[in-house]
């Protein structure tokens, strides 16, 4: 039975403040889900937070760095030597050349060709959309004959529980991009089939 996973707004939008290694292990969750071996759920209500949350996430790392340059502060005395010429051309290149790298990365930006933008969109387009109206409606229901999600009563048979087995939920306070994909994937047939360096084939069984 494939294992039901629902990530947190917060994890999609984390996706733009890692770095290529990790969003390489995250990409491996695209294809526990295209083996039917993970269903990630999504909804409306998800993708409407992801996308409005977007430009203020990737704000985070990218003004800092519009703001920063590299530069150096020499004594006077320094102005004597030769090197210094020469390291100040080298730094004034770097500012140039981080510059030319802004562009291009504003310019991905817009486009949404960013790494982390592919992964979401990949992962938002293979997952399967809940209908939350049904699940708030079976939720009010709960409250109001106050048995929780899990509680066995005599009007929880059918709309009083959900119409499918509650997923997983992960936040990003919780989990790294590499804890969520080998928590999925320790949970799938696919893990006995890996060949994972100082693991046993008596516990891959």
Known sequence: MAVRLFLDANVYLSFFLFGKDDLQEMEKVVALIEHEELILYTNDLLKDEVDRNRESKIAEGLNPTKKSSFGLEFPKY????????????SLKKANQGKKKLVETVENDIRKRHLRADILISSLLEKGTVLDWKLELEAAELRQVLRQPPGMNGPHTSNLGRSHYTAPYQISSRSSSLKSIYLWSLKRTSLWRDLEIPGRSKKRMK
């Open 78 to 89: 320094f102005s004597d030597y030769p090197e210094l010429d020469d390291i100040l051309e």
